[in-house]
């Protein structure tokens, strides 16, 4: 049995229903009494008629079926084509499945893919167009363009049909490398305009004219104007930090000139400390690198105005004060003379200087200016002169010690036990060490000396005389002082076995009396010994004198309780030295000094 709805059964049924119909047609011609010509004609008809009806639903069929195949193939293209552009390598698809299936049933399953494939390209475009216009809105910012000219492009070019996740990340990586480098900038620029902000602090100058200069936006009045990043920004930056650098140093240097002054006058006028506190800011910023110089409007011209207001302020009172000055620098000068032992200059002695600032033939500020440079000269010299200098004061403390240890070895009680008795007895050791240097102290300094003036190509004067002069007159005395000692030892040797002979002869010592008759020999008693006379100062020229020469014998009686070593009161020399004599009663002295049974003998 034929089932109903089958292409089969479709075909008996209308072959039954066209027989019933021709059937009922050829009766009505009976009927009709049509003649079997026209019978046949009309048959004819009938059938050329259901032949076109066919033939023109056929057309239809194939034109319908053309245009759904076309349509496949549109869709599949446009599907490949998004597929291709969204990089999805593929996608399972039944139409590529073996077995035939109608075009409809295609285009059922290809439809919706489109669809989906369609949302996936716009939402990925959108993504593209996205990143496009914030790369391109942040190279404008980077690259300096106005705001218009920062509007990107919304589409993407016709050409442009990459819409894969590896050009979509490509694009998101150039993007983060354009906001670190907008980050960058935009900490670079907040740092050149605080840079900015602390130099016009310190300079006093308007830190939003100035920023604003380099461009509007840095300085933020208008909150929707962003801060420019760009070259030209930073360029403009960088030149004006430096322009403020320059004023800045210029504006140091000046008032560093100008404060420098103001001290001297300062210190010329013995202002007291209480005025000069009113400046005491920046004389402490001076003092310092400019670099240190943050606090606000320290280098502003105003500051600069008011330290300059002053030292003219302290020039005009100097010109009323300058005959005080001249003196004040005098005895400045006298005194480094003094503890250098040098001879000032006599021609701007305060007497003289006196009479010429009086007479008017000389302008007080030439002289004063004279002093500063005779001042100046003085120091450096002083300088120079400090190593030997030195080495005079330990030759001389040395000589001190020498006297100490004379008196101390002329003292009856030095042995002792009582109070004190041990300190002195070490402080006798070592000045036995430090006299025993003496010789070698002075032949260095001699060395030293003629080291100086061969240096310098002049002579070094101690107070007025040669040093060396004075040393070798020194080792000349202190030559013949030894010879004195070495005579008078051996006189005493002599004495004493004339004293032995006479107590074997006469059985007894001579009497005081004829002790006290023998007579002086040589500035020495030979009965009663006595010492030689404390020296005294002498000349430069008397080397065979018998004195001790040393630079307080020369110069001491000018200048009484100068430094540690002079005293108001001081012997000008060294006493004779290692031997002394004690008078008992007016009997002949004991030699004493280092007997081998002496606690002072090692």
């Known amino acids: 049995m034929l089932e109903i709805g089958s292409p089969t059964s479709l075909c008996f049924r209308t072959n039954t229903t066209c027989n019933a119909l021709l059937r009922e047609l050829q009766k009505i011609w009976v009927d009709i009494g049509e003649s079997d010509a026209e019978k046949d004609r009309m048959l004819m008809e009938l059938e050329k008629e259901c032949l076109e009806i ?68 716009d939402e990925r475009v959108k993504q593209f167009v996205d990143v496009k216009a914030q790369i391109e809105k ?33 694009y998101q990586t150039h993007l983060r490398s354009l906001q670190k480098e907008k980050a960058d900038r935009l900490n670079k620029v907040l740092d050149y305009v605080n840079e900015v902000h602390a130099l016009c602090g310190v300079l006093g100058v308007d830190f939003c004219q100035t920023v604003s200069e380099v461009h509007p936006s840095l300085h933020r009045t208008n909150h929707e104007l962003s801060t420019n990043i760009s070259d030209t920004t930073l360029n403009g930056l960088q030149h004006m930090i430096e322009k403020l650098k320059t ?17 001297e006058l300062w210190n010329l006028m013995d202002t007291p400390q209480e005025e000069r506190m009113k400046f005491a800011r920046v004389s402490s910023v001076v003092r310092s690198p400019e670099s240190d110089a943050t606090e606000p409007n320290i280098l502003s011209t105003e500051t600069i105005e008011q330290v300059s207001a002053e030292v003219d302020r302290f020039n005009k009172l100097k010109s009323s004060r300058m005959k005080e000055l001249v003196m004040k620098r005098r005895s400045e000068l006298e005194n480094l003379c003094r503890l250098a032992h040098i001879e000032p200059d006599t021609s701007t002695s305060l007497e003289k200087s006196t009479a010429l600032i009086d007479s008017g033939l000389v302008d007080p500020s030439e002289l004063l200016a004279n002093m500063e440079a005779q001042i100046k000269r003085i120091k450096e010299e ?46 006798a050791e070592r000045a036995r060490v430090t006299v025993n240097k003496i010789p070698s102290m002075v032949d260095n300094l001699i060395k030293k000396t003629l080291l100086w003036e061969d240096q ?56 005081p009396r004829r002790s006290n008759s023998i007579r002086k020999v040589n500035g020495y008693s030979s009965g009663n010994v006595s010492m030689p006379p404390t020296p005294r100062r002498n000349s430069a020229g008397t080397a065979n004198s018998d004195v001790m020469m040393t630079p307080r014998s020369y110069s001491g009686h000018h200048h009484h309780g100068q430094n540690g070593y002079f005293k108001e009161v001081r012997k000008l020399s060294t006493a004779p030295l290692n031997f002394v004599a004690i008078p008992k009663e007016d009997s002949v002295s004991t030699y004493t000094y280092s007997e081998p049974d002496s606690p002072l003998h090692n």
């Not at 035939?100 to 949302?119: A, H, I, N, T």
Request: with cysteine; hydrophobic share 30%.
């Open 382 to 427: 002083a300088q120079s002169r400090k190593e030997i200098i030195d080495r005079i004061d330990r030759w001389l403390s040395a000589c001190e010690e020498e006297n100490w240890l004379e008196e101390y070895n002329q003292d009856e009680n030095r042995y002792s036990a009582g109070r004190g008795g041990h300190v002195n007895l070490k402080h």
């Open 54 to 121: 066919y033939r023109r639903k056929v057309d239809e069929a194939a034109n319908s079926k053309a245009q759904l195949h076309q349509s496949l193939v549109s869709i599949e293209a446009e599907v490949a084509s998004i597929m291709a552009a969204l990089g999805v390598l593929n996608i399972h698809s039944p139409i590529k499945e073996k077995g035939s299936k109608s075009l409809k049933e295609k285009l059922g399953y290809v439809r919706p893919l489109l669809e989906d494939l369609s949302l996936q390209r």
């Open 138 to 170: 942040m190279s404008g910012e980077i690259s300096g363009y106005n705001k218009n000219a920062m509007i990107a492009s919304l589409t993407l070019d016709d050409d442009d049909q990459d819409l894969t996740l590896r050009r979509l990340n490509e």
């Open 456 to 511: 310098t190509h002049k002579s070094f004067l101690y107070d007025g005389v040669r040093l060396v002069s004075i040393l070798e007159d020194y080792k000349l005395t202190r030559k013949q002082q030894e010879e004195e000692k070495k005579r008078y030892r051996d006189q005493k040797k002599m004495q004493d076995l004339l004293l032995n002979r006479r107590e074997s002869i006469y059985g007894s010592k001579p009497s």
């Open 247 to 263: 004023e800045r140093r210029l504006r140091f240097q000046k008032l560093k000139d100008v404060v420098g002054s103001l001290l």
